[in-house]
C-alpha cells in the first residue's frame, strides 16, 4: 500500500466540542453541607524565607482567600509523582472545602499581573547590591500538551522537542516567557521567571469571546512586546535605572518585534539568518539621508574566508570557552539602521552569525548573553520536569494561567531561597559513589532543601528534648530524605 503524503497544514484536534462540561459544581454548591470541614492552614506550613515570600505575595489577593496561597505553595513543595492540582491539595491538607482552592487558582491567573510585580520586587530586592549596569533578561515560547474537549484556550502549536513516539504538532497551551537572567557567583546564570502569557491562536480566540465577552486576539511578537512593557515600568517605579539588555532566539528577530523593542530603549541579542538580507554601512557624505550601503553584504562569503578571524575566550554555559570570531557593522532593514553582527566559529567548523543593535557592544558582552539564553531553556526543564508545569489538569483559562505562572513563580522563589546557601547545606551526595560530587546542585535538590526543612521543624517541635540526640536526627533526616 503506498503511503499517504504528509500535508503540510497544520492538523485540527479530532474531538468535537460540547457547549457544556459534564463536570458542573453549581449543582453541588446549591446543597449546603453543614458539616463541611474547612482548611485554614497547611498541613506541614511553609518555614523561613518562603513563607516570608508567600506572605509577600498574599498582601496583593483578597484577603478573604489570600491564605489559601501558603497552603497551595506548601502542597507544591511536597506533592510528588504526577504533580496535578489535587496532588497539591492532597499534599497541602486541603479538606472539604478543595473547590475553593480551585477557585484561587482562578483568581491567581485573574490578579497574574499584580503577583508578577511582586515576585520582580523580590528580585530586585535580592539582586539590588550585585545589579551592575546592566540587567540581561531572556525570552523564549514552550508548549505544554493537554488532552479534552473543555480545555480552555488549547489548540493544536508546534512541537518544538518531539520525542521519538511525539509528532510535529502536539495539542495544548503556549507559553511566552519572560525571565530575568541573573548570574551566581557560584552556579552561573540561573533563569528567574518573572511573568508568563498565554498566546491563543486566531482560530480559537471565538470561543473565549463567547464566554468571556472579550478576548483579542495577540501574537507572540506582541504578547513579548507587552511582557517587555510591563516589565519596563515596573522595573523603573522600582528606582532601577540600569540598562536593559534582551536576548533572544531567531523566531523574534522580526521587525514589528525589534521595533518595538527598541522604543523601550531595550538592547537586543539575537541570532540572525544566515541568508540575512544585510548591507555594509553608507559612505559618508552621501546625497540624501541614506540608511542603508549600496553594497550587499553575504554571511556565507564572510564564514568562508580565511582571512580576518580572531579569536576570544569567554564564559559559556559554565566553562571558559575560545572560539573564533568575525565582526563588523552592516546596516538591516530588521531595524532600519546598523547592527553589530558577530560570526562565531565553532569547532567542528560550523559557524553561526549574531547581532546586537547596540553597535558599541563588545563581542564578549554580546557572547556570553547569547550562551546565557540557554539559562530559560533549562528552566523550561525544570519547571516541567521538577514542578510538573502543565499537569495541573484544570480546564479554565485563568486556572492554566495562574498554574503555569505559579510553577514559574515558585521556581523563582526557591532560588532567591537558596541563593546565599553553600552547597554542602543543598546537596550531599556523599551515598552515591557513581554521582560526580563536585557538581552544582540541581533545582531539584534545593526544592527538596527547602521542603525536608519544613518536613523537619514541625516532627522536632513536636517531640521532647530527651529524644532530640544525634542519633535520633540523623534517623529522621535519612527518613526524610526518603519522603522528600
Request: hydrophobic residues 40%; charged residues 25%.
Amino acid at each position: 500500500m503506498a503511503k499517504r503524503k504528509r500535508s503540510s497544514k497544520r492538523p485540527q484536534p479530532q474531538h468535537k466540542k460540547q457547549d457544556k462540561s459534564q463536570h458542573d459544581k453549581r449543582k453541588r454548591l446549591q446543597l449546603r453541607n453543614p458539616d463541611r470541614k474547612k482548611t485554614t492552614s497547611a498541613k506541614v506550613p511553609l518555614t523561613g524565607a518562603m513563607q516570608t515570600m508567600v506572605l509577600v505575595l498574599q498582601s496583593v489577593m483578597d484577603r478573604r482567600i489570600a491564605f489559601r496561597l501558603a497552603i497551595i505553595v506548601a502542597g507544591m513543595l511536597l506533592a510528588d509523582d504526577r504533580r496535578t492540582a489535587s496532588a497539591w491539595f492532597v499534599a497541602g491538607g486541603v479538606q472539604d472545602d478543595w473547590d475553593r482552592f480551585y477557585d484561587c487558582l482562578r483568581s491567581v491567573g485573574r490578579i497574574s499581573a499584580n503577583l508578577a510585580t511582586v515576585v520582580l520586587g523580590l528580585v530586585v530586592q535580592k539582586l539590588a547590591p550585585t545589579l551592575g549596569e546592566r540587567i540581561l533578561l531572556g525570552m523564549d515560547d514552550s508548549p505544554t500538551s493537554r488532552y479534552g474537549r473543555h480545555v480552555e484556550g488549547a489548540g493544536v502549536h508546534h512541537n518544538p522537542t518531539p520525542g521519538p513516539a511525539d509528532g510535529e504538532w502536539l495539542y495544548g497551551h503556549n507559553w511566552v516567557c519572560l525571565a530575568w537572567l541573573a548570574t551566581h557567583p557560584l552556579w552561573g546564570v540561573i533563569a528567574l521567571p518573572l511573568r508568563s502569557l498565554m498566546y491563543i491562536r486566531k482560530v480559537d480566540v471565538p470561543k473565549l469571546t463567547a464566554k468571556y465577552g472579550s478576548w483579542d486576539f495577540r501574537t507572540k511578537h506582541q504578547l513579548g512586546v507587552f511582557l517587555l512593557s510591563w516589565f519596563m515600568q515596573t522595573i523603573r517605579a522600582y528606582g532601577v535605572q540600569a540598562k536593559v539588555w534582551l536576548v533572544v532566539d531567531g523566531a523574534y528577530a522580526a521587525r514589528p518585534f525589534l521595533l518595538a523593542v527598541l522604543a523601550m530603549e531595550i538592547v537586543v541579542v539575537s541570532r540572525l539568518r544566515k541568508d540575512a538580507c544585510l548591507y555594509d554601512l553608507p559612505s559618508q557624505g552621501s546625497h540624501g539621508n541614506r540608511i542603508y550601503g549600496k553594497n550587499r553584504v553575504s554571511l556565507a562569503k564572510r564564514a568562508g574566508s580565511r582571512q580576518g578571524w580572531s579569536t576570544i575566550t569567554y564564559h559559556c554555559r559554565g566553562v571558559e570557552v575560545t572560539r573564533q570570531y568575525k565582526t563588523f557593522l552592516a546596516t538591516s532593514r530588521l531595524i532600519s539602521g546598523q547592527i553589530r553582527v558577530v560570526i562565531v566559529r565553532f569547532e567542528d567548523g560550523s559557524w553561526a552569525p549574531y547581532f546586537c543593535t547596540e553597535t558599541s557592544a563588545e563581542v564578549r558582552d554580546i557572547l556570553e548573553a547569547v550562551a546565557a539564553r540557554w539559562a530559560i531553556e533549562e528552566h523550561f526543564h525544570d519547571v516541567k520536569e521538577v514542578w510538573g508545569a502543565g499537569q495541573q489538569q484544570v480546564r479554565n483559562v485563568w486556572s492554566n494561567v495562574g498554574c503555569w505562572n505559579l510553577n514559574g513563580w515558585v521556581y523563582t522563589l526557591v532560588e532567591l531561597c537558596c541563593w546565599d546557601q553553600d552547597k554542602s547545606e543543598l546537596t550531599d551526595r556523599s551515598d552515591r559513589s557513581w554521582d560526580n560530587p563536585e557538581r552544582r546542585p540541581s533545582h531539584a535538590d534545593r526544592r527538596r532543601t527547602i521542603a525536608r526543612e519544613m518536613l523537619r521543624k514541625p516532627i522536632l517541635a513536636a517531640l521532647p528534648r530527651t529524644l532530640n540526640n544525634p542519633y535520633f536526627r540523623t534517623l529522621l533526616d535519612h527518613v526524610i530524605a526518603l519522603a522528600a
